[in-house]
């Protein structure tokens, strides 16, 4: 016979119980990547045609590790928008590498979403991704468009800079406008007083030539 456990326990009991959290099914951007395909380090080996299946399998993606597979993926990326095979810095294959890693920072965070420093390196790369892009659109609206079309951006400029018009802001500015006025008066008659005096040494020197032409004997 086992006496029944007080309501104190029992809640204790249940309060101590473990939660187990149902984890997310996240989509990923490498879910596209075949688990047969090479390493990027291994791709372009010919060895490894003639290596048997265990070695293959270890020098695949279905035993790589996160960073690897990014790689590959950053790879594919670049080959879609760079301009010849010899091209690994232009403005294009930057927007490329940044994207690959923008897109796993984006996964990471969703599943921890308080990781704050890894939240901090992406939004440092969306704002330089943003500035290239920002150029292209600028000089070359074409490159703009398809390097946007083959890598799946959605380009939105950013909104003008808008300040909201404070008491204390204003009477600042208000200031600074009257500080500003007041120098500007200030070097107009320096530079007045400076070109007076260039002309009064221009004339003297032009009499004192004349003077002088007019003494010498011919």
Request: charged content about 35%; some cysteine.
């Amino acid at each position: 016979f086992h006496q029944a456990p007080s309501p104190f326990v029992q809640a204790a009991r249940c309060y101590a119980r473990p939660v187990r959290r149902k984890r997310k099914d996240i989509p990923s951007h490498l879910d596209d990547l075949p688990p047969t395909m090479l390493k990027k380090d291994y791709a372009n080996v010919p060895v490894v045609n003639s290596v048997d299946d265990v070695v293959r399998r270890l020098l695949s993606l279905e035993m790589a590790s996160q960073k690897e597979k990014v790689k590959v993926k950053t790879q594919q990326l670049v080959e879609k928008v760079r301009r010849s095979p010899n091209d690994n810095g232009s403005f294009e294959v930057q927007v490329a590498a940044l994207t690959a890693r923008i897109r796993t920072f984006e996964e990471h965070l969703q599943r921890h979403p308080k990781d704050k420093n890894n939240r901090r390196r992406m939004l440092m790369d969306m704002d330089q991704r943003q500035k290239l892009l920002s150029y292209l659109r600028r000089v070359r609206y074409d490159t703009f468009e398809n390097t946007c079309r083959q890598l799946g951006i959605q380009y939105s400029p950013r909104p003008p800079y808008t300040r909201r018009g404070t008491k204390r802001w204003l009477v600042k500015k208000a200031l600074c406008l009257k500080v500003f006025e007041e120098v500007q008066k200030l070097k107009a008659g320096e530079r007045l007083k400076q070109r007076r005096e260039w002309r009064e040494r221009a004339r003297a020197a032009r009499e004192a030539a004349a003077a002088q032409s007019e003494g010498t004997p011919v």
